[in-house]
């Protein structure tokens, strides 16, 4: 059985759910996409790849306490960053380590794409979580 939510104090997302539970022997977490929007759907950080961060792991975090979860039970992690650069993958990776997603073992990609959804976005992170 998979349970689906939107996080309330979470931006309202347009056609997905921001967490997913997945009921096996074991409760898995598919987390959304984190993006650098506030509760207002206002794009924090503009041009700014760590404000943007920051807002996305403030936002992940947000999501994985609503299921009952924090930073050091994510199994998995996909990190997109809107960029060619790789020293600004780098900086974006060097605000994730610090955010305490890196306390629990766990899977991480880390992409330089071309864009992501919503305009003046330049952070994205999605995540699976072991559900307590």
């Known amino acids: 059985m998979t ?10 997302p347009p ?27 206002k794009l924090v950080g ?8 920051e807002q996305v792991l403030d936002n992940l975090e947000t999501a994985l306490a609503a299921i009952g979860c924090g930073p050091a039970d994510v ?12 020293a600004d993958l780098s900086r974006v990776w060097e605000v994730v380590r610090a955010g305490g997603l890196t306390l629990g073992p ?6 330089g794409v071309s864009c992501l959804g919503y305009t003046g976005q330049l952070v994205e992170i999605t995540a699976v979580a072991e559900v307590p």
């Open 3 to 12: 349970h689906r939510m939107t996080v309330p104090g979470l931006f309202p």
């Open 15 to 41: 056609d997905y759910a921001h967490t997913a539970i997945v009921e096996t022997d074991r409760r898995l977490a598919f987390l959304a996409g984190a993006v650098p929007l506030d509760g207002d759907g």
């Open 46 to 53: 503009p041009g700014d790849f760590v404000a943007q961060t």
């Open 75 to 86: 199994v998995s992690t996909t990190v997109y960053v809107a960029t060619s650069d790789t």
């Open 106 to 111: 766990h899977t991480s990609t880390l992409l």
